[in-house]
């Protein structure tokens, strides 16, 4: 067995070290060391989307908030959002000399392609997942999206 100054000069030295487990067994004896591994943080590399206010969740401005009377105020008028399922590059069409899936004010049913969204050389076929109207397209053809980023706006029937 080792002896109590032989282990310290092990944890000393795996403690120096990048090792973060050590494991020593003789003669049925076994000495286990584990560092306790700091999580680290990251931040995220490309902004985070949350998603836009839909009329219902937006607030009254109150009256000591300023306002331009020039600027009017746009109403979201989509009650859906059809949001990217991960992240990945946002393509309208399936090719460039495709006209793409849809325009604002085209039709859509549960199971019609609105757009690809390409991950790790997969190329993701969008559903609308509901009945109704697009009424806005919020990205841009070859945009990088995130999970749960807004895609488009839908009025449903």
């Given at each position: 067995m080792l002896k109590i100054e032989e282990i310290q000069s092990l944890i000393k030295t795996i403690d120096a070290s990048s090792i973060n487990e050590f494991t020593y067994?003789?003669?049925g004896?076994?000495?286990?060391l584990k560092k306790q591994v700091e999580q680290q943080v990251v931040q995220p590399t490309q902004p985070v989307y949350t998603a836009q206010p839909t009329?219902?969740?937006q607030t009254t401005v109150s009256a000591s908030?300023?306002?331009?009377?020039?600027?009017?105020?746009q109403a979201v008028s989509g009650d859906y959002e059809?949001?990217?399922p991960m992240v990945g590059t946002f393509y309208s069409s399936s090719s460039p000399e495709q006209d793409a899936f849809v325009t604002e004010g085209d039709k859509v049913n549960?199971?019609?392609v609105?757009?690809?969204?390409?991950?790790?050389?997969?190329?993701n076929e969008i559903e609308a997942e509901v009945s109704g109207e697009i009424v806005e397209i919020l990205v841009d053809n070859g945009e990088l999206v995130e999970f749960g980023q807004p895609?488009?706006?839908?009025k449903t029937k």
């Open positions: 067994e003789i003669d004896a076994k000495l286990e009329v219902a969740q908030e300023e306002t331009k009377e020039d600027e009017p105020i059809i949001t990217s549960p199971n019609t609105v757009c690809i969204v390409e991950a790790m050389k997969l190329f895609l488009f706006r839908v």
